[in-house]
């Protein structure tokens, strides 16, 4: 199973960055997925998480109205679409597969985990 990040970058405060998470060796469509932030000195948070089908999405009281969870079961891939973003979005970014059929917002609850991709907001 691979889950692999990408779109990560720096960013000036304000403006906007889309990541994508590919996954292969999983049968996509089975797993929800969520996204994941990890910001220096503090805990692995949750973002966001999408259900199988997409019809259901969860967010951070953080970052509700300013970010964007989609996936495409076709492509096996997850995005996360970040707007407005501010300094304290600055981390790196996990997407991560559950097979359970609810959005969790907890890091145990997930089997399988990509690298990261590092966001950098800048003032």
């Known amino acids: 199973v691979r889950l692999v990040e990408s779109g990560g970058g720096l960013v000036q405060a304000g403006g906007s960055l889309r990541l994508s998470c590919a996954t292969s060796?999983?049968?996509?469509?089975?797993?929800?997925m969520g996204w994941f932030r990890h910001a220096p000195g503090k805990e692995r948070e949750f973002v966001s998480g999408?259900?199988?089908?997409?019809?259901?999405?969860s967010y951070a009281d953080s970052v509700k109205g300013r970010f964007t969870i989609s996936r495409d079961n076709t492509k096996k891939t997850v995005y996360l679409q970040m707007n407005s973003l501010k300094l304290e979005d600055t981390a790196v970014y996990y997407c991560?597969?559950?097979?359970?059929?609810?959005?969790?917002?907890?890091?145990?609850?997930?089997?399988?985990w990509g690298q990261g991709t590092q966001v950098t907001v800048s003032s």
């Open positions: 999408i259900s199988r089908r997409g019809d259901d999405t």
């Open positions: 060796g999983l049968s996509f469509n089975s797993f929800v």
């Open positions: 991560a597969a559950d097979f359970r059929n609810t959005i969790l917002q907890l890091v145990e609850n997930y089997d399988y």
